[in-house]
């Protein structure tokens, strides 16, 4: 894992850089050998009663979406699924679990955004 070093505040913030543009040139048909994880922009503050969720995590079929505090979690099979039309969470408890955990680390580890309710905007000089 490497990282990035910006001149920002934000110090060394975790980069994989695992490289698939073979595959996004269609050359190859190479998958990630992580699950990869994000969360929304944070130009678009979180609440509670937003259909929009803030974490999600991708990881080979599956993919899981959840909000801040790991609520509301939402698991797919996007290779049988690729509309994402069922929600199999009450199926597949564990894996619910385990997604929904690591995406909340994960999330622990980044600089806060204006998805926490403890953001400020920096001000402008």
Known sequence: M???????????????????????????????????????????????ESP???????DGEWKL???LDGKDPRLFNI????????????ARVPLTKRLTESVLQWNKGLPENATSDRFSPPTRR
């Open 52 to 58: 929009l969720l803030d974490l999600a995590v991708r």
């Open 79 to 90: 290779k049988s699924d690729p509309g994402e039309t069922v929600d199999l969470e009450l």
């Open 2 to 48: 490497g990282s990035f070093s910006g001149s920002d505040s934000l110090g060394e913030v975790p980069v994989d850089r695992e490289n698939l543009l073979v595959a996004l040139l269609g050359i190859s048909e190479a998958n990630r050998s992580r699950p990869l994880l994000w969360r929304r922009p944070p130009d678009r503050l979180g609440m509670p």
């Open 65 to 67: 979406l959840c909000r």
